[in-house]
C-alpha cells in the first residue's frame, strides 16, 4: 500500500493539492488501488505561527512510515528569507537520500508550444544531480537515466557536458558517463555542450529524448524545456531515489499574486499524480491521468492562465470525473 504524506504547503499549493489528492483518490478506487493519504502541516503558516519548519523527529516520520511526498508550494512573502521552505526542502532531500532530480517535459497539444512550426511531438526528460556531489552521486544520476531510458525504450541518452562553464580537474561528468554508457550498448549516448543544447531545443527539440546533467545547467535546460512544452504551470518535478522515496512537485512556485482567487492552474501537480504512480510501479494508472489532463486541454476544460474560464476546484473535478469514468469504461463498469 503507498503511503503519501500530503504538504500543501503555501500560496496555490493550497489550491492545487486538494485536486491532486482528488484525481488520485477517483482514480484509486476507480482500478482498485489502495493508498494511504497523510496531511502534514509544514509551511509558513505554522513557522509564522510556531517558529518551527520541520524537525528531526519529523524527517524520521517521513522517511520511515511514507513512500512519497507530494508538496504543492513553499514560499511566502511574510517569510523574507523562506527560511522555512529551505529547511523543509533540504531537509527531505538529505534524509530521504533524494539525489536524482526528474523533470519531465511532454508537450500534451502542439498548440501550447510557442514555437509554432513544431507539429512533432516534443518528449524531454531530464535527469540532474539534485546537488553538486562527488563522483558516487554522479554515478547514480547517470545510471538512473540510462535504466529509465531502458525501461521506457528511449533510444538516446544525452550529457548535457557544462565544461566550459564550471569544469575543474577530475571532473568525473564524461568519464562516468561513458562508463555507465558502455552498460547500455542498445542506447545512444552522446555529449553537447550546454549552450548547444539551449539552441538545439529551440531549433530541433526532436533530436533529443533523456537529458542527464548537473544542478546547474539543469535547472536552465529544465525550466527552457517546460516553457517549450506548455509553460511551468503545466509542468511536474520530482526529487526521487529510484526504487525508495519520492518527492513530487509541480514546478511553480507559490504565486502569491493568485493565490486564493481560485485561478491556479492544477495541471502541474495533477501531472505529479502521474509521476508518482509510474514510481510506484503503476505505469498505465499514471498514463490515464496524463490523458485525462491532455483532454481538458483539448476539450478547453482549463483555468485562464490556459486562456479558459474554469477555476481550479472545476477543473480538478473534471479530471477526476475523467479519470473514473475512463477507468469504468476500460473496465465495462460504468453505469
Known amino acids: 500500500m503507498p503511503r503519501i504524506a500530503l504538504i500543501p504547503g503555501d500560496g496555490i499549493g493550497t489550491e492545487v493539492v486538494p485536486q491532486a489528492r482528488r484525481v488520485l483518490e477517483a482514480l484509486a478506487g476507480a482500478v482498485g488501488l489502495d493508498l494511504r493519504l497523510t496531511e502534514w502541516d509544514l509551511g509558513a503558516?505554522?513557522?509564522?505561527?510556531?517558529?518551527?519548519?520541520i524537525t528531526d523527529?519529523?524527517?524520521?516520520?517521513?522517511?520511515?512510515?511514507?513512500?512519497?511526498?507530494?508538496?504543492?508550494?513553499?514560499?511566502?512573502?511574510?517569510?523574507?528569507?523562506?527560511?522555512?521552505?529551505r529547511a523543509i526542502l533540504l531537509g527531505l532531500r538529505s534524509r530521504l537520500d533524494l539525489y536524482?532530480?526528474?523533470?519531465?517535459?511532454?508537450?500534451?497539444?502542439?498548440?501550447?508550444?510557442?514555437l509554432k512550426r513544431f507539429k512533432v511531438p516534443v518528449r524531454l526528460e531530464i535527469f540532474r544531480d539534485s546537488a553538486v556531489g562527488p563522483q558516487a552521486r554522479?554515478?547514480?544520476?547517470?545510471?538512473?537515466?540510462?535504466?529509465?531510458?531502458?525501461?521506457?525504450?528511449?533510444?538516446?541518452?544525452?550529457?548535457?557536458d557544462d565544461a566550459d562553464v564550471t569544469r575543474q580537474a577530475?571532473?568525473?561528468w564524461p568519464r562516468v558517463f561513458d562508463e555507465v554508457g558502455s552498460e547500455y550498448p542498445e542506447i545512444e549516448r552522446d555529449a553537447v555542450h550546454v549552450d548547444a543544447v539551449v539552441r538545439d531545443l529551440v531549433r530541433r527539440p526532436e533530436r533529443f529524448a533523456v537529458l542527464v546533467t548537473s544542478s546547474l545547467s539543469g535547472i536552465i535546460v529544465s525550466d527552457l524545456a517546460a516553457e517549450l512544452t506548455g509553460g511551468l504551470g503545466?509542468?511536474?518535478?520530482?526529487?526521487?531515489?529510484?526504487?525508495?522515496?519520492?518527492?513530487?512537485?509541480?514546478?511553480?512556485?507559490?504565486?502569491?499574486?493568485?493565490?486564493?482567487?481560485?485561478?491556479?492552474?492544477?495541471?502541474?501537480?495533477?501531472?505529479?499524480?502521474?509521476?508518482?504512480?509510474?514510481?510506484?510501479?503503476?505505469?498505465?494508472?499514471?498514463?490515464?491521468?496524463?490523458?485525462?489532463?491532455?483532454?481538458?486541454?483539448?476539450?478547453?476544460?482549463?483555468?485562464?492562465?490556459?486562456?479558459?474560464s474554469f477555476s481550479t476546484e472545476i477543473v480538478g473535478r473534471w479530471l477526476a470525473e475523467r479519470v473514473a469514468g475512463d477507468a469504468a469504461d476500460e473496465n465495462g463498469t460504468r453505469p
Open 45 to 53: 503558516e505554522r513557522w509564522l505561527r510556531d517558529g518551527v519548519a
Open 57 to 85: 523527529g519529523e524527517l524520521d516520520v517521513f522517511a520511515r512510515d511514507h513512500d512519497a511526498v507530494l508538496l504543492g508550494a513553499l514560499g511566502d512573502p511574510r517569510v523574507p528569507g523562506n527560511e522555512h521552505a
Open 100 to 114: 536524482v532530480s526528474f523533470r519531465p517535459c511532454v508537450l500534451l497539444a502542439p498548440e501550447l508550444c510557442p
Open 138 to 160: 554522479v554515478e547514480r544520476t547517470v545510471r538512473a537515466a540510462f535504466g529509465f531510458a531502458r525501461a521506457k525504450g528511449r533510444p538516446r541518452v544525452t550529457l548535457v
Open 170 to 172: 577530475g571532473d568525473p
Open 234 to 308: 503545466l509542468a511536474p518535478g520530482a526529487d526521487i531515489h529510484p526504487g525508495r522515496h519520492g518527492l513530487f512537485a509541480p514546478v511553480h512556485g507559490p504565486e502569491p499574486d493568485i493565490a486564493g482567487m481560485g485561478r491556479a492552474n492544477p495541471f502541474g501537480a495533477v501531472r505529479c499524480v502521474a509521476l508518482m504512480l509510474d514510481h510506484f510501479g503503476h505505469p498505465a494508472a499514471g498514463e490515464r491521468v496524463e490523458r485525462a489532463v491532455a483532454a481538458a486541454i483539448a476539450e478547453g476544460k482549463t483555468t485562464p492562465d490556459m486562456g479558459g
